[in-house]
């Protein structure tokens, strides 16, 4: 079972940055595929952006390309979600979880596709 926690997040003017960060533990780190994904209050849970195993395949929800990068460290057991350009529509809880099921290049921006979610971050942007 893989437990995460969850950090980085804040209150940041519009066109700030932020780096999030998801340490795991328990679990085989290394082998998981770590999504992100984002909440804001009254709307439901969209995909931000994933990084397989290895961390050579990284994909992004149209609205962050550019803007956001994901990565990982499999020594620390940590992935991250480097955030920079901020603009207030990205005001959301943040999380991170665990590609569980499914056909990976298909499924990957699909919430019920995924397990082991973290507890979530806030990121606020003001503008």
């Known amino acids: 079972q893989v437990q995460w926690v969850e950090s980085g997040g804040g209150l940041v003017q519009a066109g700030g940055s932020l780096r999030l960060s998801c340490a795991a533990s328990?679990?085989?780190?290394?082998?998981?595929?770590i999504g992100w994904f984002r909440q804001a209050r009254g709307k439901e849970r969209e995909f931000v952006a994933v990084i397989d195993d290895s961390g050579r395949l990284t994909l992004y929800a149209d609205s962050v390309k550019g803007r956001f990068t994901i990565s990982r460290d499999n020594d620390k057991n940590t992935a991250f979600l480097q955030t920079n350009s901020l603009k207030p529509e990205d005001t959301a809880v943040y999380f991170c979880a665990v590609f569980w099921s499914g056909v990976f290049t298909r499924d990957y921006a699909r919430a019920e596709k995924y397990n082991y979610w973290g507890q979530g971050t806030q990121v606020t942007v003001s503008s």
């Open positions: 328990g679990g085989t780190f290394s082998t998981y595929r």
